[in-house]
């Protein structure tokens, strides 16, 4: 079930960045090439793309990957956070904070895939979705703090690993940005980093994720920079950051395992 509504959040997550990037507020889905309305049977999340070969039914322009992408990898990400979810023992005992992080954090993979859709096709990110992710991010962290102090097991180790988390994060995207004048990385991958900061919670998580994420960033994107010879290619850093994110958030617990040795 989870699967399945990833599937369709994937399908909405990339019309929305279409919509955003071309200031469309149409009620319906039409084709971008054409305005070919879509009937209801062009928006079968992944079924629809594949019987049309990822082609528009009236113009037969392609329609891209990104919508495959965010559609299959959205559902994927729904069905892995179940399984891996770091507090699953709360989940399955119906505990009312876990349910609500859990709903909080679908929701911020929704704004998520967003961003990493128009980051990957435009380069930028847009600023609403991104002030929507960091209140997403708040949230998400006020409830955990909430639930700690309701279990009495709050201590100030908390606030200052949430503390650290943004220093390593957005701290030092933000300093990359203004000194290099965003030839490095962009404003909007500093702010991105707030609520990924946040949602780990945690400074050594937070430096997993800055590891892991250039390091992914590296391995995929030098081949077609080499391959391109753009020395000063610009790079959509912020699907990296987000696949670092869910990388470290998934193994969480054997990473923390693993720095306690």
């Known amino acids: 079930m989870l699967a399945i509504m990833g599937a369709g959040l994937g399908s909405f997550a990339c019309c929305q960045a279409w ?28 079924l629809s793309w594949l019987m049309l070969g990822g082609k528009c039914r009236k113009c037969r322009k392609s329609i891209g990957v990104a919508e495959i992408a965010a559609e299959v990898g959205l559902a994927t990400v729904f069905a892995l956070s179940y399984a891996l979810w770091p507090r699953k023992a709360g989940l399955e005992a119906r505990d009312v904070f876990a349910i609500i992080g859990f709903v909080v954090y679908l929701v911020q993979l929704v704004l998520f895939t967003i961003l990493a859709v128009y980051d990957a096709k435009w380069k930028e990110m847009p600023t609403v979705i991104l002030l929507a992710s960091c209140a997403v991010g708040v949230a998400y962290w ?61 400074f050594w998580l937070a430096m997993f994720c800055l590891f892991g994420a250039n390091m992914i960033g590296s391995i995929i994107m030098l081949p077609v920079t080499i391959a391109k010879k753009e020395k000063h290619a610009m790079i959509p850093f912020g699907p990296f950051l987000i696949i670092g994110f869910l990388v470290v958030f998934f193994l969480q617990s054997e990473l923390l395992r693993f720095i306690s040795l």
């Open 19 to 46: 919509r955003i990037r071309k200031h469309d507020k149409s009620a319906r889905s039409h084709c971008m090439n054409c305005d070919y309305q879509l009937k209801w049977y062009d928006n079968i999340p992944i």
């Open 142 to 202: 006020v409830l955990l703090l909430i639930e700690s102090i309701s279990l009495g097991a709050f201590t100030m180790d908390i606030l200052w690993n949430a503390l650290g988390a943004m220093i390593i994060l957005p701290g030092f995207y933000y300093f990359m940005y203004k000194a290099s004048k965003e030839r490095w990385i962009g404003s909007g991958d500093a702010i991105l980093c707030v609520p990924l900061a946040l949602m780990l919670g945690n």
